[in-house]
């Protein structure tokens, strides 16, 4: 990459702007490369403003029959045309070696960006230059640094939390990190070809050893060379994994170490591509840094004074599995559901900061986070929670609380705003329901804050208030009957507000199920770590076992069970049997292909979900009772009593009998979904455009993917059928 190769090899330097056989000069291949990847963040980005025109335009046309529904020929055109890149792009692509690494296939959209890259590069490096003429090889090594150099600022694009591309793009850091670790990759395969034909030139001579004892270029080059080495090897994530602070930590300083030993390595004209990335990291940092001062420092928000020097406050409250509820109160910044802030609680871990997602809503005017314990900061704040519920207090109906500075930097997350989509169908496996718990109140929240008038004078980057959405299917799949406690009484308040909604006139309905299986993987919930990766989880890492590793369901009919959620059933008192199927597997394994045809009359006893310690409920609580309707968009049960479901406290107020109890009309089922029959029903009741949205390991993921993938293609989605676009998103555990 430097001129110094030319002169210690004998030939010319590389400052010539032309090359022989009417090769184009280096730079001007440079500025070819980003006018390519500019082209295509432009598409995306003009993507991003037409969904953007299409929410407002959906909004404003809420109160029409059928407002997700393309009318005219463009917006049928631009339907279509999505329809096609979406069912492509989620296609699964079939890699052995992926499998045998215990890696996911990659979808055909992830793969087929990361290939257009890799033949970008390599065209670049190799047009009309002929590999197997040796007097050629160090014009290939000339070339291959320079573009080399030319890929750094886009490392750093994709890496930064304030991310500008996700901003074009209507995307966010966690999304394009996968991104940035494949363009890494490639950078590294152009820095090895661009060292190997350096190599193979001097070898003619037997010149490598001394290159590399006394050319102080080329050892800064190989030096360059061997930090990269190590940063891409540390990246992938058996060895990631092993200890993930470390790995964050190293990160940083590995590549900072490479950016020196590049700028020194290159020649003057080429350093630009050095301080490019040089100066996006600071801004990054800057503007980070700024915000989260903002954010976190009581002189900027006098009324959060009374916390002292820091604006929030945290309190910690032992829950069910080992889990610890993290609420900060009177928060200083808004958020929108399904993001989440790096938390630190330098009073418990310190010098430790962790993704949590949102558990609340802002209109809760408080922050929830839901934290399994792991190990190292996960496994403080639950033992610091135990503390505090330990602690004595002078009224017996309340908790001790003791309040810690917390330190909030966020929040992160962007995604398309679901109040546009007609019905919305959301699945989340254990923790993950701190992802579509808030999504779904969200909706609530909007459908109470619709006054019917019509929207005027609507900011074209924020969120208009509003929504189309009719119908919404919400499954949470569970471990043990104890997990419900998290979310009962907001899943309590949702059926309170859907009740009252329609008796307002409002044509809307919330369709609820939770599942309870031993499935392993919802029992190694994720933890936390202080950078998650690309499908972020910000849930963090997660044992799972995928859902194909799991007994096969059998070929009959599931004799799969409703629990009564009486107290001797929630007591977690099983039989003796340490099977409850005739064929020796239990029900909770088993795959319930159909919802609607499971009764009372097939009930069978779970035998081994009994959990670690078991909560106590009221004996009145009832029976959940199946409400579906052939045919028909399925509708909530309104027949409860008025004194068991009606409550005067706020979503996030629990009272004894909320905090465990199961709502009468949210049905509890043994097993695990079948999500492609469920998402069919979903979407064969839309009128409009419909998302489909999961949160959970990985298994459950793919499967919901595939689904969504089959369902598309078998619905003939915008291609005549009149079936209508799907909209899918997936957050996994992991990092």
């Known amino acids: 990459m430097d001129s110094g190769h030319g002169d210690h090899s004998g030939h010319g330097g590389m400052g010539t702007s032309s090359m022989e056989g009417g090769a184009p000069d280096h730079s001007y291949l440079q500025e070819m490369y980003w006018a390519v990847v500019g082209a295509a963040i432009g598409l995306a980005t003009l993507v991003n403003v037409m969904n953007k025109l299409l929410l407002r335009q959906r909004i404003y046309c809420r109160h029409d029959i059928t407002p997700a529904k393309p009318q005219s ?11 096609v890149t979406r069912e492509l792009a989620h296609v699964v692509v079939p890699l052995t070696i992926f499998k045998r690494l215990h890696y996911s296939s990659p979808t055909l959209g992830r793969f087929s960006l990361v290939m257009a890259e890799l033949i970008l590069v390599l065209v670049l490096c190799f047009y009309k230059l002929n590999s197997a003429d040796q007097w050629q090889w160090e014009d290939i090594g000339y070339r291959t640094g ?27 850091y966690e999304r394009l990190n996968w991104l940035h670790r494949w363009v890494s990759r490639i950078l590294f395969l152009t820095v090895t070809i661009h060292m190997g034909f350096w190599f193979s030139s001097w070898d003619r001579y037997d010149y490598i050893k001394v290159k590399l004892n006394e050319d102080s270029i080329t050892q800064r080059g190989f030096a360059a060379w061997c930090i990269l080495l190590w940063i891409v090897l540390s990246s992938f994530a058996p060895i990631r994994r092993c200890n993930y602070e470390f790995f964050v930590v190293q990160h940083i300083v590995t590549f900072i170490g490479f ?26 940092r800057a503007v980070r840094t700024l915000f989260v001062l903002w954010t976190n420092l009581s002189v900027f928000h006098p009324r959060s004074k009374r916390n002292g020097f820091w604006t929030c406050a945290a309190t910690l409250e032992p829950v069910s599995y080992d889990t610890s509820r993290i609420v900060i109160s009177n928060t200083p910044v808004s958020w929108r559901p399904g993001q989440h802030v790096f938390l630190s609680c330098h009073g418990i871990a310190p010098l430790q900061s962790h993704p949590f997602t949102i558990a609340s809503i802002p209109e809760d005017k408080r922050m929830d986070f839901l934290v399994k314990s792991q190990s190292g900061a996960t496994k403080r704040f639950y033992a610091q929670a135990e503390e505090c519920q330990s602690l004595p207090t002078s009224n017996k109906d309340l908790p001790p609380r003791q309040t810690f500075t917390a330190v909030i930097d966020g929040p992160y997350g962007r995604m398309r705003p679901l109040q546009q989509f007609d019905s919305i169908f959301l699945i989340a496996g254990s ?80 369709d609820m199920s939770i599942y309870i299986t031993c499935d392993t993987s919802l029992e190694a919930e994720p933890k936390a770590t202080s950078l998650p990766n690309p499908n972020t989880l910000l849930h963090g890492k997660s044992e799972e076992i995928p859902l194909s590793d799991l007994p096969s369901p059998v070929v009959e009919k599931p004799r799969t069970s409703i629990h009564s959620t009486t107290s001797q059933s929630l007591s977690g008192q099983t039989t003796d049997r340490k099977t409850c199927r005739p064929d020796g597997t239990c029900c909770c394994a ?32 009832q029976l959940p009772s199946d409400n579906k309707t052939d045919g028909q968009r399925p509708r909530q049960s309104s027949t409860t009593d008025s004194d068991t479901t009606k409550s005067s406290t706020s979503p996030l107020e629990v009272t004894k009998a909320q905090a465990t109890a199961f709502h009468p009309s949210i049905p509890i089922l043994t097993g695990r979904p079948y999500p492609k029959t469920l998402i069919r029903k979903t979407l064969e009741q839309a009128l409009g455009e419909s998302a489909i949205l999961v949160c959970g390991p990985q298994g459950l993921v793919e499967d919901v993917r595939s689904s969504v993938v089959a369902l598309s293609d078998e619905r003939a989605v915008h291609k005549g059928t009149g079936a209508q676009g799907i909209y899918f998103w997936a957050e996994e555990f992991g990092y």
């Open 146 to 172: 320079y573009i080399s150099a030319a890929q750094l600022p886009l490392v750093i694009l994709l890496s930064s939390k304030i991310n500008l591309i996700g901003l074009l793009i209507g995307s966010s």
């Open 73 to 83: 020929l463009f917006f049928q055109t631009y339907a279509t045309m999505t329809a």
């Open 590 to 621: 088993t795959t319930v292909e159909d919802e609607d045809a499971i009764t009372n009359a097939n009930a069978q006893q779970c035998c081994c979900c009994k959990p670690p310690s078991s909560p106590s409920v009221s004996s009145n609580t």
């Open 259 to 284: 950016l020196v030993a590049v700028f020194l390595h290159l020649p003057g004209g080429v350093k630009a591509y050095v301080w490019i990335p040089i100066a996006l990291y600071i801004l990054d």
């Open 431 to 510: 923790s993950g329901a701190t992802f579509t718990v808030p999504l779904m109140r969200d909706i609530v929240a909007q459908w109470k804050q619709d006054t019917g008038k019509t929207i005027n004078g609507m900011q074209f980057w924020r969120t208009p208030k509003g929504a189309v959405t009719r119908y919404v299917r919400f499954i949470w799949v569970i471990k043990s009957r104890e997990q419900y406690s998290w979310f009962a009484s907001q899943l309590f308040h949702v059926v309170e507000d859907i009740e009252e909604l329609r008796k307002d006139g409002q044509d809307i309905d919330i």
